[in-house]
């Protein structure tokens, strides 16, 4: 190696460790996505909903595929009322976590919240056709009901039955109190005793038989149509 070239090498190296050195520096003095995710969560859990927002945010800014950050920012931002950005934090969540219940939860409370109905009833609605689950059904049908349309919640919720099949006393329930918005109070007996057929001992269920002036038992007719 001559002389020149050796001078190259030097200088390379040091070039080399020199950005290292700074790399290095630099990292330490910013904290870690680790150590922002606990410190967002413990202000979360006070209460400390700027701070989380913060701290959740920087992790979004260096990583935005984080859907933790994303789905735990929208939490944040729900409870500092600006479920406008909360929205548009949970959809980047729920595009990297689609199968997270919590996640779709929540923006669907942020589409609500946001007035945002249009959107709402579209991503509940697709939601439902593609899983084809009693919840996603369910969760249909509570939304339309909330945004004043039982149509589509009755429609949504006698689906979820189906799907059903007398195994869980949810969708009954729902559908109950459905009828009884509704002023239908012969279906939501009928609702309420097939929940009963499927857990006795549930006490909603029982009372709300007790308030249709019937008592809950094996002696009850009319639980299961055929």
């Known amino acids: 190696m001559t002389q020149k070239e050796g001078d190259l090498v030097m200088k390379y190296t040091a070039s080399l460790i020199s950005t290292t050195a700074l790399l290095f520096i630099t990292a330490c003095g910013q904290p870690s996505t680790t150590s922002l995710m606990e410190k967002g969560d413990f202000a979360r859990w006070q209460g400390g909903w700027n701070d989380a927002a913060a701290n959740y945010s920087e992790?979004?800014?260096?990583?935005?595929?984080?859907?933790?950050?994303?789905?735990?920012?929208?939490?944040?931002?729900?409870?500092?009322?600006?479920?406008?950005?909360?929205?548009?934090?949970?959809?980047?969540?729920?595009?990297?976590?689609?199968?997270?219940?919590?996640?779709?939860?929540?923006?669907?409370?942020?589409?609500?919240?946001?007035?945002?109905?249009?959107?709402?009833?579209?991503?509940?609605?697709?939601?439902?056709?593609?899983?084809?689950?009693?919840?996603?059904?369910?969760?249909?049908?509570?939304?339309?009901?909330?945004?004043?349309?039982?149509?589509?919640?009755?429609?949504?919720?006698?689906t979820a039955i189906a799907i059903d099949e007398g195994t869980t006393t949810k969708p009954y329930i729902v559908a109950a109190g459905f009828a009884e918005q509704l002023g239908n109070d012969d279906l939501a007996l009928q609702r309420w005793k097939e929940a009963w057929i499927i857990d006795p001992n549930n006490t909603q269920v029982a009372q709300a038989i007790r308030g249709h002036g019937e008592v809950p038992g094996p002696t009850m007719t009319g639980a299961v149509q055929d």
């Open 59 to 158: 992790i979004t800014q260096r990583h935005p595929g984080d859907w933790r950050a994303h789905y735990h920012l929208g939490q944040c931002l729900l409870e500092l009322g600006n479920p406008q950005a909360a929205s548009a934090s949970l959809e980047i969540a729920n595009a990297v976590a689609p199968e997270n219940v919590e996640v779709c939860d929540l923006l669907a409370e942020s589409f609500l919240a946001s007035g945002n109905e249009n959107k709402l009833f579209t991503f509940l609605e697709q939601l439902a056709k593609e899983r084809q689950t009693v919840r996603a059904w369910t969760r249909f049908a509570e939304y339309s009901m909330a945004m004043s349309d039982p149509d589509t919640a009755t429609l949504a919720i006698n």
